[in-house]
């Protein structure tokens, strides 16, 4: 048997090189050109003329001077933060959000506009009109659109395979964004957006896998394993919501009973506290809202604050199934940090707490104990961020 070698062209080692050093730059801050070639272990020429290249495409810039080492002072570069601006997006909540980003995870511009219940065409014609706002709002060259989307996804394909709530089934919302806007589009599960967030931007560098669990109106784990994105064969994976954790429990709008989603989510909270409110006229919601007809997530939260003892038990509830499901995450893909993230993680260690403990139940204390549970740092704005690090990911490989 003759073995065979794919050889790389020029012009892909070009490409490598340049996304090399340009990763370096980055994840540096400042940094030599003598220093970004014994990091990447490329000649100082290479180093040389493809800084050239970074400049005169204005990502990078010369910044001052670094410390002698007996000779002439090195001069230092940096990435120019704000030379390409992102479009970061989340679909996955009542209010479609999104929000001009620089290369640092600096926001520019904010926008969001209320669902109230539009679906189908009427949710994409509200995607559109998002996505005018934020490209207008843009003042430097725009790098491309990332989107975390509710729903199964193929992320290949730019596909919406079936998003419930928003009434899409095989919606080819990447094309259709790419041909509306002329830029590229990166799609993918907002869970698992939020983990590329989170690992971005969020947590300690030094993380090599995370798995961030979203808590909104549904339910999501999203799997980063050494430094990348886990999808699962179908495109599927963290799909924890539809794990069964009540047995001949409600039935679950996929169909099944006893789901996750049907015992932990945002809009169950928010019933649970209408019913808590109705029956108690002691309870401490009726501080924060006239009527159950004006509790939210937000009123919830303050009488959390306050110590109302029937919302605070809520809350601590839904840890608990939650605990369950965290659980099954450890016990198989043994990833050492879980991070919570969605709207019911403001409700912090008040959820946390309980995940914690319903955790250490249920997995063999080596791995509990190896395990760290913690709300997840970039609170109600993951999605969005998460959507801009799959664009410096995809565009310029920086995660």
Same mark, same amino acid.
């Given at each position: 048997?003759?073995?065979?070698?794919?050889?790389?062209?020029?012009?892909?080692? #070009?490409?490598?090189?340049?996304?090399?050093?340009?990763?370096?730059?980055? +994840?540096?801050?400042?940094?030599?050109?003598? !220093?970004?070639?014994?990091?990447?272990?490329?000649?100082?020429?290479?180093?040389?003329?493809? %800084?050239?290249?970074?400049?005169?495409?204005?990502?990078?810039?010369?910044?001052?001077?670094?410390?002698?080492?007996?000779?002439?002072?090195?001069?230092?570069? &940096?990435?120019?933060?704000? &030379?390409?601006?992102?479009?970061?997006? +989340?679909?996955?909540?009542?209010?479609?959000?999104?929000?001009?980003?620089?290369?640092?995870?600096?926001?520019?511009?904010?926008?969001?506009?209320?669902?109230?219940?539009?679906?189908?065409?009427?949710?994409?014609?509200?995607?559109?009109?998002?996505? +005018?706002?934020?490209?207008?709002?843009?003042?430097?060259?725009?790098?491309?659109?990332?989107?975390?989307?509710?729903?199964?996804?193929?992320?290949?394909?730019?596909?919406?395979? #079936?998003?419930? $709530?928003?009434?899409?089934?095989?919606?080819?919302?990447?094309?259709?964004?790419?041909?509306?806007?002329?830029?590229?589009?990166?799609?993918?599960? !907002?869970?698992?957006?939020?983990?590329?967030?989170?690992?971005?931007?969020?947590?300690?560098?030094?993380?090599?896998?995370?798995?961030?669990? #979203?808590?909104?109106? @549904?339910?999501?784990?999203?799997?980063?394993?050494?430094?990348?994105?886990?999808?699962? !064969?179908?495109?599927?994976?963290?799909?924890?919501?539809?794990?069964?954790?009540?047995?001949?429990?409600?039935?679950?709008?996929?169909?099944?009973?006893?789901?996750?989603?049907?015992?932990?989510?945002?809009?169950?909270?928010?019933?649970?506290? #209408?019913?808590?409110?109705?029956? $108690?006229?002691?309870?401490?919601?009726?501080?924060?809202?006239?009527?159950?007809?004006?509790?939210?997530? &937000?009123?919830?939260?303050?009488?959390?604050?306050?110590? !109302?003892?029937?919302?605070?038990?809520?809350?601590?509830?839904?840890?608990?199934?939650?605990?369950?499901?965290?659980?099954?995450? %450890?016990?198989?893909?043994?990833?050492?940090?879980?991070?919570?993230?969605?709207?019911?993680?403001?409700?912090?260690?008040?959820?946390?707490?309980?995940?914690?403990?319903?955790?250490?139940?249920?997995?063999?204390?080596?791995?509990?104990?190896?395990?760290?549970?913690?709300?997840?740092?970039? @609170?109600?704005?993951?999605?969005?961020?998460?959507?801009?690090?799959?664009?410096?990911? $995809?565009?310029?490989?920086?995660?």
């Amino acid at each position: 048997m003759i073995a065979s070698t794919t050889k790389a062209t020029r012009a892909q080692t #070009k490409s490598h090189n340049k996304t090399l050093i340009f990763k370096t730059i980055y +994840d540096h801050g400042q940094i030599s050109r003598a !220093d970004v070639a014994r990091v990447t272990h490329l000649t100082r020429p290479t180093v040389s003329s493809t %800084v050239v290249e970074l400049i005169e495409e204005g990502l990078v810039a010369e910044v001052g001077q670094g410390p002698s080492e007996g000779g002439k002072p090195p001069i230092l570069l &940096s990435v120019v933060e704000d &030379s390409r601006h992102l479009i970061g997006i +989340d679909l996955a909540n009542s209010e479609f959000r999104g929000a001009v980003i620089d290369l640092r995870g600096k926001i520019i511009h904010r926008c969001g506009l209320p669902v109230d219940e539009r679906d189908g065409e009427a949710a994409l014609q509200l995607v559109y009109q998002l996505v +005018d706002e934020l490209t207008a709002a843009a003042t430097s060259p725009i790098l491309g659109i990332g989107i975390g989307t509710p729903g199964l996804m193929n992320p290949e394909a730019g596909v919406v395979r #079936k998003a419930v $709530n928003l009434d899409w089934q095989d919606l080819p919302l990447r094309d259709l964004l790419a041909e509306r806007y002329r830029l590229p589009v990166y799609i993918a599960n !907002d869970s698992q957006v939020a983990a590329l967030g989170e690992f971005t931007f969020g947590c300690s560098r030094q993380l090599s896998s995370l798995v961030v669990v #979203k808590v909104g109106r @549904g339910i999501g784990a999203g799997i980063v394993i050494d430094g990348q994105l886990f999808y699962g !064969d179908g495109n599927g994976a963290g799909e924890i919501g539809h794990i069964r954790v009540v047995e001949n429990g409600e039935v679950c709008r996929c169909g099944n009973t006893g789901c996750l989603e049907t015992v932990v989510s945002s809009r169950l909270l928010i019933s649970q506290a #209408k019913e808590i409110m109705q029956r $108690n006229p002691q309870s401490l919601l009726h501080q924060f809202a006239a009527a159950p007809a004006e509790v939210n997530t &937000s009123v919830i939260l303050q009488a959390f604050a306050a110590g !109302d003892p029937d919302v605070r038990q809520a809350v601590a509830t839904m840890g608990r199934y939650l605990g369950i499901a965290v659980a099954n995450l %450890v016990g198989i893909l043994n990833i050492k940090q879980i991070a919570i993230g969605g709207s019911l993680a403001r409700f912090e260690a008040g959820l946390v707490e309980p995940v914690r403990q319903e955790m250490h139940r249920h997995v063999q204390p080596t791995q509990a104990n190896e395990t760290t549970v913690v709300v997840a740092n970039l @609170g109600t704005d993951i999605v969005i961020f998460g959507a801009a690090a799959l664009l410096l990911a $995809n565009e310029l490989g920086l995660v």
